[in-house]
């Protein structure tokens, strides 16, 4: 049982009690300084009925926390769903099912400043899902800005965030704040919640079948056949579903 004990004046002694082990552990004299200092010590059982020493530092108002451990290289990343698979050398003849070097240099990439090299690539890509409903121009946000054909789509998308107006309180909208940006506007909070179909929004927006005139936008005929998830997540954070 580990016993903290607290020098509170010259005539006054209070000791706390705490599970542990029965190391005796002084926490300063204030009949000094009126100061309390922490000294934390940590014991472990070795096994053959005697303790060893971990961790010993000191600190002023509780326990010295141990330093973060350091990351390693970053191997993945996800902000939009599908941005990576449907727009990076998706149709790359050297890239297999099992290997696909752009899209591993992609999610090790932790620079935003540098994601905008991804927009030629994206741009490519777009323009062989405008013509999937066989109607050229109708992407979304073809020519918006004033910019060449797919130039701002690729831009938004390029900025692999998800983006969230905090001053907005209803959130039904995958991209609503995206939307806004290109001109749709609405009062979504954007983001993305558990509940939101994202990927046929983001394959409908990519063919021109996406209609997000009236809010929350309609996914359109494209699909990938997923109309609801196994198990619904819960609504409250972190939004996890029942396993099964």
């Not at 390693?72 to 998706?90: F, K, V």
């Not at 109607?135 to 800005?145: D, E, H, K, R, T």
Request: with cysteine; aromatic share 6%.
């Amino acid at each position: 049982m580990k016993k903290l004990i607290l020098a509170l004046g010259s005539s006054s002694l209070l000791v706390l009690t705490a599970c542990g082990d029965d190391t005796v552990v002084p926490v300063g004299d204030a009949s000094t300084d009126h100061s309390i200092t922490f000294e934390a010590a940590t014991q472990t059982d070795t096994g053959n009925g005697g303790t060893e020493s971990d961790v010993e530092e000191a600190g002023e108002g509780g326990p010295v926390l141990p330093t973060p451990p350091t990351l390693g290289t970053q191997i993945d990343r996800m902000g939009r769903p599908a941005i990576n698979t449907a727009l990076n050398h998706t149709f790359d003849p050297t890239c297999t099912s099992t290997s696909c070097p752009p899209k591993d240099a992609y999610n090790a990439d932790s620079m935003p400043t540098h994601w905008a090299t991804y927009i030629p690539q994206f741009e490519q890509n777009l323009a062989i899902y405008d013509g999937l409903d066989t109607v050229c121009g109708n992407q979304a946000a073809y020519g918006a800005l004033g910019n060449p054909a797919y130039t701002t789509l690729a831009s938004v998308l390029a900025g692999d965030m998800l983006w969230v107006n905090t001053g907005n309180s209803t959130c039904q909208q995958y991209l609503g704040v995206e939307f806004n940006v290109l001109g749709i506007t609405n009062t979504d909070c954007g983001g993305r919640t558990p509940s939101e179909n994202t990927i046929d929004i983001t394959y409908n927006a990519l063919a021109g079948t996406l209609t997000p005139n009236t809010l929350p936008a309609t996914p359109g005929p494209v699909t990938n056949g997923i109309t609801s998830p196994a198990s619904p997540p819960s609504t409250t954070f972190p939004y996890l579903a029942t396993p099964h």
